[in-house]
């Protein structure tokens, strides 16, 4: 609901007046009211709890969680509100309640922006490519060494490149049926530019997750825009490296069941051994004396000093 804030301070009218009560404490201090309890929020409007669950009925919502992260939503494309989140957070309560909110009210906006058909094609392209190869710089390559992690499990030949100088040698070594995978926020940055020219010049095709109507966006083959209220030149990206992260499941997931049968035999197989890194469940892996135990040998390990 986009218009949730223009609604709560001028159409509130046409509600009850016990809920346009709660109405005007929600608009007294809208990013207060993201991690308030249902208790405080009835407290602080001065009405039952009941009439705050039929107040979020009234505007549109299922219920109260569900006014809260479209309110965090409405909030987040606010400018200036990821400020007065990273500045004016007092007890510990308000700062979870202000970070997890701005994350979920992001996620809610992602899913809402994103395009059935522009994740259909991108999968399509990934499906059928050669190799894969993900860019990413800064906070973005953080992304780009995950996503690697988690298409190479698919079978997949793949590198995650998070200098530029590796990125534009690698671009120019790149040929048709190959595909980038470009991660900016901004979609402005020079370096990841000038690899994602390079990659398409030599018959590659690209994949963005970036900012809608930003450079990078008009540069690749397939966008898939991530538009977040965050000031990334000032702050550590936060918000949009995790809608970025939720993207890159998405085409791994989708790249996953194209793969079928074949797939899935693939992951059970790397699952099995995996788990002989682990200990069972059942085991602490410490002796009856306090002693660490090796997990394979049942050889014991004594603690060290201290």
């Known amino acids: 609901m986009a218009d949730l804030l223009k609604f709560l301070g001028r159409d509130s009218v046409r509600l009850r007046r016990s809920e346009t009560r ?3 404490a929600v608009m007294r201090d809208p990013a207060t009211s993201v991690h308030r309890t249902l208790a405080e929020l009835a407290a602080e409007a001065g009405v039952s709890e009941p009439t705050v669950v039929r ?12 006014f809260q992260i479209t309110l965090a939503q409405a909030l987040a494309a606010q400018s200036g509100f990821n400020d007065v989140a990273m500045t004016k957070i007092d007890p510990q309560q308000d700062l979870i309640g202000s970070v997890l909110s701005n994350h979920l009210g ?5 899913r809402d922006a994103l395009d059935g058909d522009s994740i259909a ?11 894969i190869e993900f860019f990413g710089l800064g906070a973005s390559g953080i ?5 690697q992690q988690k298409f190479f499990r698919l079978g997949r030949p793949t590198v995650a490149y998070t200098d530029p100088h590796m990125q534009l040698m690698s671009a120019t070594t790149l040929r048709a049926g190959d595909v980038v995978v470009a991660i900016s926020h901004t979609g402005r940055t020079k370096d990841i530019l000038e690899s994602v020219v390079t990659a398409k010049d030599a018959g590659a095709q690209v994949v963005a997750i970036t900012s809608p109507e930003s450079p990078l966006s008009f540069a690749a083959s397939v ?8 000031d990334t030149d000032l702050y550590t990206p936060m918000m949009s490296r995790l809608a970025h992260l939720a993207v890159v499941d998405i085409l791994a997931t989708g790249l996953a069941v194209r793969g079928g049968a074949e797939v899935a035999d693939n992951l059970r197989r790397l699952k099995r051994h995996l788990q002989l890194k682990r200990l069972p469940k059942s085991s602490s892996g410490l002796g009856n004396d306090g002693s660490r135990r090796n997990s394979t040998s049942g050889d014991t390990i004594q603690k060290e000093d201290e």
């Open 22 to 24: 709660v109405a005007e």
């Open 121 to 131: 094609r991108a999968v399509d392209i990934l499906a059928d490519a050669r190799r």
């Open 223 to 230: 966008t898939l825009p991530v538009a977040t209220a965050e």
């Open 106 to 110: 992001t996620l809610i906006a992602v």
């Open 55 to 66: 107040f979020c009925r009234a505007v549109g919502f299922r219920g109260f969680r569900d």
């Open 143 to 147: 992304v780009a060494i995950d996503a």
